[in-house]
């Protein structure tokens, strides 16, 4: 379901697994993408973060995965903890594990987040037949992220419109662009829409680290929920 995993765990909660991994991004000499590691961490975070929070789950405990080096262990810690205090969240525990028999030409880090969720507050399958659509933010990758940070959807703006009367779901976009997670999301709550269309935004591309979200919401909302997004806000048409 999504891009995490339900496990029960007492009778009314599940744990919720949610994970996101970046290569070749980094301060090496053989990175793709040339960036400081505290912001690989940074982004990484707000992935596997965002994909948490947007099925109603509350973060626990974050594992980093570090194929960098030991001396990285703290700016990648660094990195995590600063998404944290951009969204007024209090830090979880970390842990995790640091390849140091072997070093590697280019970066690896992978990010675990575990959080949980009661049942009745899981926030899937809301998504109405006469919803309507939206995307917060611009898709975004590679170097793109670095120059125009501008344009990423804020996590705060996320967490607000997740306590939205008016919003059903949030999903987070990930490398197979807008298009594919209206699909899924259409096809988990059984809607048989034809398509989606934008004249703004791209709903094909990569959305590299979760630069944007896909919004579905009761169309009486919009209003509101444009203003709360701003100029982050991207109204999807739907067609039939």
């Not at 579905?216 to 039939?240: N, V, W």
Request: glycine letters at 8%.
């Amino acid at each position: 379901m999504r891009d995490v995993i339900f496990l029960p765990n007492v009778s009314d909660e599940y744990l919720v697994i949610a994970a996101d991994n970046s290569a070749g991004v980094g301060e090496k000499d053989f990175d793709v993408v040339q960036v400081d590691y505290e912001t690989v961490a940074y982004f990484g975070l707000r992935v596997a973060l965002s994909e948490c929070l947007a099925v109603g789950a509350t973060p626990i405990a974050l594992v980093i995965q570090n194929f960098i080096g030991d001396e990285e262990w703290d700016r990648l810690k660094k990195g995590c903890c600063k998404i944290f205090s951009e969204c007024d969240m209090e830090p979880i525990p970390i842990t995790g594990s640091t390849e140091s028999n072997f070093s590697m030409v280019q970066s690896a880090v992978g990010i675990i987040v575990i959080g949980k969720v009661k049942k009745d507050e899981m926030k899937i399958k809301r998504t109405t037949k006469d919803a309507k659509f939206a995307c917060i933010g611009r898709p975004l990758v590679g170097e793109e992220v670095i120059k125009n940070k501008e344009e990423i959807a804020p996590l705060s703006l996320i967490q607000k419109l997740l306590d939205h009367k008016s919003v059903y779901e949030i999903v987070p976009v990930g490398s197979k662009g807008i298009q594919f997670e209206w699909n899924e999301l259409c096809q988990e709550n059984g809607l048989n829409h034809s398509m989606i269309v934008s004249k703004k935004i791209d709903i094909k591309k990569s959305a590299g680290p979760a630069t944007c979200f896909l919004l579905s919401y009761d169309p009486a909302g919009e209003k509101d929920i444009a203003a709360i997004a701003g100029r982050h806000f991207y109204r999807l048409y739907t067609g039939d």
